[in-house]
């Protein structure tokens, strides 16, 4: 119940950096993935962390330098 509870209102708090995602609509992702993330266990969590860093590092690099 708490994560679900942290995960929406961390998905809230994306939403307002992300243009195009309103609060609540932010908030149902939050909650969704941590429903997923709790289902993946702890080798899915990893997985899951490292993909997003690379997704980063890899959505920065195409921006080109000066655009971070």
Not at 30 to 50: D, E, F, K, S, Y
């Amino acid at each position: 119940m708490i994560g679900k509870i942290i995960g929406a209102i961390a998905g809230k708090k994306v939403s307002d950096q992300m243009s195009g995602v309103s609060g609540t609509k932010g908030a149902l992702l939050g909650l969704g993935a941590a429903t997923v993330l709790r289902r993946l266990g702890p080798a899915g969590m990893v997985a899951a962390a490292l993909g997003g860093y690379a997704f980063k590092r890899y959505s920065q690099r195409n921006r080109g330098p000066g655009m971070r």
